[in-house]
């Protein structure tokens, strides 16, 4: 009886890692069905326009729409294609909805930093989040305002 239970908990284990290795980590294919947005997070990092977060449903009002979400969407001004990069999230966790926050550039090439203001709970337990596009990865730079660079290993500090 164990010994069969045991054989499920392995083949369950088995299906979620091939689950996992499915998603790859990158920019994915061309989109063409983009969704509605407002109230979302936007910087300019060439070649792409990097859209986060915001609210996805049009049929609310301004007054009650407060739900955001962690959708991730890149315009490549070259052509104009759209994008819906899977990222990975340092620590593994899973991104905490936004709505009605802004990102800008970081000093470091193809790096935006996002001022967050969902942190209940969940894994974004500061401010700032940061997504890498050389390696579509978030993290979470600390309080003290420093950031480093995957690319060259250093830290800004401002
Ligand atoms: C903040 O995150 C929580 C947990 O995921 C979610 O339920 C809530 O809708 C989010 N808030 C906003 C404003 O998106
Ligand atoms: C836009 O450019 C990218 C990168 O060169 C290419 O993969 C994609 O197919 C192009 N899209 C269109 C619609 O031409």
Redesign the pocket.
């Known amino acids: 009886m164990s010994h069969l239970k045991n054989r499920i908990i392995v083949t369950s284990l088995l299906a979620s890692i091939v689950l996992v290795s499915t998603q790859t980590v990158g920019i994915g294919n061309?989109q063409t069905n983009v969704p509605w947005k407002a109230g979302h997070a936007s910087a300019f990092e060439f070649p792409y326009v990097i859209i986060y977060g915001g609210a996805e449903d049009s049929t609310e009002t301004m007054s009650t729409q407060s739900k955001g979400s962690t959708g991730l969407w890149i315009w490549?001004i070259?052509?104009?294609?759209w994008y819906n990069p899977t990222t990975q999230v340092q620590g593994g966790g899973t991104m905490l909805p936004q709505v009605y926050f802004k990102a800008t550039n970081l000093p470091s090439q193809g790096q935006i930093a996002a001022l967050v203001s969902n942190t209940t709970g969940g894994l974004a337990t500061g401010v700032l989040q940061k997504l890498d596009i050389n390696s579509w990865s978030w993290s979470f730079p600390t309080t003290s305002m420093c950031v480093t660079n995957p690319k060259y290993i250093y830290v800004y500090c401002y």
């Open positions: 061309i490549d070259r052509n104009g294609s």
